[in-house]
């Protein structure tokens, strides 16, 4: 499988520490050995630095923990492969252009019957489940809005109602978004963490180093972390439900849904 | 104004020592300091590293000196903003999909009344004249072609055409790439070299720089670089004509055209 990390903040903010934590699972501390990549939004527009091959072992993902790139929006991934050979095209995140925006789009899970989801004008350039998906929900939202929708909801509805089917078939966690807004959906394993004033210290799981966020941060920043597993094992993580998309935006939560389950 | 850079290689090549001498432009010997950036294709997969700010002071531009990364087909760009104010989504390359491939554009000049190219469903994200020109040209493609074209020349021959309608609005000398051929169009400045067997030595003009070819390649290695202003002092750069598009496909040349002018 693979992990995924995930940023949403309101102000520019580095995601060195939380990076270094998860670069760490591609081949130290945990299997995603296959490549990695992570995409920071700056304004419109985005840049994504990835490499395939093991992060824990990439001189690009040394240099990505070293320099603090500051951005409102990030979304990473590592990866450990199974549909799609080890490749560039196979790495996440893929990023599209729609309606004038950035969509980045990265997957955790597996897929089962993928092929056959209409992509329309947007075509798939690796083999990957996961890119499939990706091109399925632009053609949905291509196809249902014109435009950005000015009803957020309406958005919102379509992208839940789009996990929901890609749920059903197979495990599908998803860290989606065009900048502002960051999308994530749970199909078994997503964990996320708003950090707010006061601020405290945070001590990586997968490696030897704490943070004193307070020396980092300005009373006003608000921070949420998203990721597969948690990455600081002195925080209150929360796992999102099976089912569950949380939209975030400038670090706060503005949506959620988790619609019960209908019996049988 | 701008210079660009690009390679087409028979083999995974790497393009350090050119990109050294380029980076030097940016800030150092030249006054393109307002963005750099730089794709590399691998496969069909393709990864960018760019920066909004002058790459000769650029710590990721370092890495990319540093790290050799190996491919057959390169396009990179430093920028001196006319249109557009320095931000990332105003920084080249630009790339975009089109028929599940990647398209990767630069572009050196400025052009007018390029507000209302029609660029269809490829949206431009940032300001400039180049993005909304690339947009255009994918737009005519897909017009055109409903996939890759089973003939080159046809496609050659529209690319060509809508070269010649973006020189009536201005500079506009291009990069463009597939990851498996490199267009390039010259309105003004445009020099390229292919260096093969026997190989001899190379001296940066930016930078103090020698390189010795023999010791970094093989006997059947072709590979050619093109740049604004020719990277080195000791070689036979050939310069593009006003008007002139050449295709290089592994290292080679595989198409030039170039129409006389109309008479008055």
């Not at 903010?13 to 490549?35: A, E, M, N, W, Y």
């Not at 945070?202 to 704490?210: E, S």
């Amino acid at each position: 499988m693979c992990e995924l990390l995930g940023m949403s903040a309101n102000v520019p903010t580095d995601i060195c520490f939380s990076f270094s934590g998860l670069v760490q699972r591609g081949g130290k501390t945990g299997p995603h050995v296959d490549g990695w990549g992570i995409t920071f939004y700056e304004g419109k527009g985005c840049r994504t630095f990835k490499d395939p091959v093991a992060s824990s072992q990439s001189r690009i993902a040394q240099l990505v923990q070293e320099y603090p790139i500051k951005s409102c929006a990030v979304v990473s991934h590592i990866r450990q492969a199974n549909r799609g050979h080890v490749a560039l095209e196979n790495t996440h995140p893929f990023t599209r252009e729609l309606w004038g925006r950035n969509w980045t789009f990265a997957h955790n899970g597996q897929l089962t019957g993928y092929e056959t989801l209409d992509t329309g004008r947007f075509q798939p350039i690796g083999e990957t489940d996961s890119e499939r998906s990706f091109c399925w929900i632009l053609n949905q939202m291509e196809q249902q809005f014109s435009a950005y929708p000015e009803s957020n909801e309406e958005l919102w509805t379509l992208l839940y109602q789009c996990c929901q089917t890609l749920k059903q078939l197979g495990v599908f966690n998803l860290l989606l978004s065009d900048g502002e807004y960051l999308f994530t959906f749970c199909t078994n394993n997503l964990h996320w963490i708003t950090r707010r004033a006061p601020f405290g210290k945070a001590k990586l799981i997968d490696d030897d180093v704490i943070i004193d966020f307070q020396k980092e941060t300005t009373p006003n920043d608000v921070v949420t972390v998203i990721a597969t597993q948690p990455l600081t094992n002195n925080e209150a993580w929360q796992k999102m439900q099976s089912g569950q998309m949380n939209v975030f935006r400038l670090g706060e939560m503005v949506f959620t849904r988790l619609d019960k389950e209908k019996g049988a």
